[in-house]
């Protein structure tokens, strides 16, 4: 970020457009991922910028992210949490024990539509004129230079690694021993290229006000991995990825959503896929008597080439 249009002040001045591209942003920041959304297919209410390890991802993790109230003009640098799927590790008690969640920083919590859950670091008002954004401090109104802005940043970043070289140093920890690693960046892979792949071609990603909600969609009984809605006839479609679990526990679960998206969603015709490392025997006899349930196979290829000298 640069004293002169910096990024963060790109991202406020589109955040109050239609304009919701954001590919020529950078990708890295400070050594971690940044990642942003504007919304999709409509701009979404609370656009947001991200900072994210390797091991985690925006819909499972817990990260630094701004967090843009436009309703309210408030800009929250945050100690982010996940809410579409519960990450195994969260941010030290020692560091959010004081912090004060989204949901009750504000008089007003009905305008807290999303996020609520996670903890403020900073809170800025802000006040867009032209091309120029002010941000001030929301405790005492102080007016904020863009170093100031950095500094506030890369605190809150200097606090996330450290966590995150805690939760590695850690034996037990998701991160350390990389479980389901593959499965959720399978997960990440499928949705960023969700119009390039097979799945796409046949049915679309379901969306609320610019926000996609397909992955990890909240019911009362879990997280369905990828829910979706058939082009042709409208029907819902639970996709689930067998990830480390046996056959007969992968058709219990998506058995058990599909029978909620029936009852929840008056879906008779919902069908289910379940996407798997291989199509094992025993897979393929659980699903023989199990209606509207496919299997789709997915394969990683990984070489190593001598180089010579």
């Known amino acids: 970020m640069t004293d002169k249009n910096s990024i963060l002040d790109q991202f406020i001045i589109q955040s109050n457009t239609q ?5 020529h942003y950078p990708k890295k920041y400070n050594d971690l991922d940044m990642k942003i959304s504007f919304g999709m297919g409509v701009p979404a209410r609370i656009p947001w910028i991200a900072f994210i390890g390797n091991e985690m991802l925006v819909s499972n993790g817990f990260y630094p992210v701004y967090l843009y109230y436009k309703d ?11 809410e579409t799927s519960e990450y195994e590790q969260s941010w030290p008690d020692s560091i959010i024990s004081n912090k004060t969640k989204i949901k009750d920083f504000f008089e007003d919590n009905s305008k807290v539509h999303r996020y609520g859950s996670s903890f403020v670091h900073r809170a800025y008002t802000i006040d867009v004129k032209g091309n120029n954004v002010e941000y001030k401090l929301y405790e005492n109104d102080k007016i904020l230079t863009q170093n100031e802005l950095i500094n506030d940043l890369d605190e809150i970043i200097h606090e996330y690694k450290n966590s995150i070289n805690i939760e590695i140093k850690n034996e037990d920890s998701l991160i350390s021993q990389g479980k389901f690693y593959m499965e959720k960046h399978l997960e990440e892979f499928i949705i960023t290229n969700w119009n390039e792949i097979d799945l796409g071609s046949r049915y679309d990603l379901i969306y609320d006000e610019g926000e996609l909600v397909s992955q990890q969609f909240r019911t009362d009984i879990g997280f369905i991995d990828i829910l979706a809605k058939d082009k042709k006839d409208g029907s819902y479609v639970v996709i689930e990825l067998k990830k480390n679990q046996t056959s007969d526990d992968t058709i219990g679960q998506i058995a058990r959503y599909m029978g909620w998206i029936r009852d929840h969603k008056k879906d008779e015709d919902v069908k289910g896929i379940i996407i798997a490392s291989e199509f094992t025997k025993k897979l393929k006899y659980a699903i023989k008597y199990v209606k509207n349930i496919d299997v789709l196979s997915y394969e990683i290829n990984f070489s190593l080439n001598e180089v010579k000298r």
């Open 19 to 23: 304009d919701l591209k954001y590919a």
């Open 72 to 82: 309210l003009k408030m800009l929250i640098l945050s100690y982010g949490i996940s």
